[in-house]
T-cell receptor, first 114, second 111 residues
Framework: GAVVSQHPSRVICKSGTSVKIECRSL??????MFWYRQFPKQSLMLMAT?????????EQGVEKDKFLINHASLTLSTLTVTSAHPEDSSFYIC??????????FGPGTRLTVL | QKEVEQNSGPLSVPEGAIASLNCTYSDRGSQSFFWYRQYSGKSPELIMF??SNGDKEDGRFTAQLNKASQYVSLLIRDSQPSDSATYLCAVGGDSNYQLIWGAGTKLIIKP
């Protein structure tokens, strides 16, 4: 299968700081990537669809000014959590489709905001 | 509103038995169907995908699709303790590659 990487795998930050998470498709190009959030013992929640060269599409209830997404190249999408607060602590996962609808996931980033 | 429904479980199955996981979906126009496995604290991993009615086998895993009844299932033969995980059903069909996700079924394989 295709390989998607994420960095960092874990981050702990103080309330009010911004955190950038990178998602890379290592062996294929991805014009579309997806960003998910998962709270403990809960299901995946799609936050936004990242589109290379254009604006991201956000799901209802997700603040686009708080979760900034940039998809500057065919292999890299970034999610920046601006002014993070403890309620933003979660497991953030990106995915990219390889062929058709098959999505391959990055290993995830666990964010803890103190 | 497109929906994918799964029983949250937990589903407890003895080691060596067949585990059967089920999923129903609301959009009759759905074209692609996926099963992902997610271990606690890890990201989902693609196990199987199926596009056509019928069965698709891959090792100990069999995906079954019935579009008329709008359900898809995953059978795991000779269940092992390492199969214990949450299994997510996902359904696609839109041109933007977006998948609709079920909430997942927690599977526990008892030694």
């Amino acid at each position: 299968g295709a390989v998607v990487s994420q960095h960092p795998s874990r981050v702990i930050c103080k309330s009010g700081t911004s955190v950038k998470i990178e998602c890379r498709s290592l062996d294929f190009q991805a014009t579309t990537m997806f960003w998910y959030r998962q709270f403990p013992k809960q299901s995946l929640m799609l936050m936004a669809t990242s589109n290379e060269g254009s604006k991201a599409t956000y799901e209802q209830g997700v603040e686009k000014d708080k979760f900034l997404i940039n998809h500057a190249s065919l292999t890299l999408s970034t999610l920046t959590v601006t002014s993070a607060h403890p309620e933003d602590s979660s497991f953030y996962i990106c995915s990219a489709p390889l062929a058709g609808d098959e999505q391959f996931f990055g290993p995830g980033t666990r964010l803890t905001v103190l | 509103q497109k929906e994918v429904e799964q029983n949250s479980g937990p589903l407890s199955v003895p080691e060596g038995a067949i585990a059967s996981l089920n999923c129903t979906y609301s959009d009759r126009g759905s074209q692609s169907f996926f099963w992902y496995r997610q271990y606690s604290g890890k990201s989902p991993e693609l196990i199987m995908f199926i596009y056509s009615n019928g069965d698709k086998e891959d090792g100990r895993f069999t995906a079954q699709l019935n579009k008329a009844s709008q359900y898809v299932s995953l059978l795991i033969r000779d269940s092992q303790p390492s199969d214990s995980a949450t299994y997510l059903c996902a359904v696609g069909g839109d041109s933007n590659y977006q998948l609709i996700w079920g909430a997942g079924t927690k599977l526990i394989i008892k030694p």
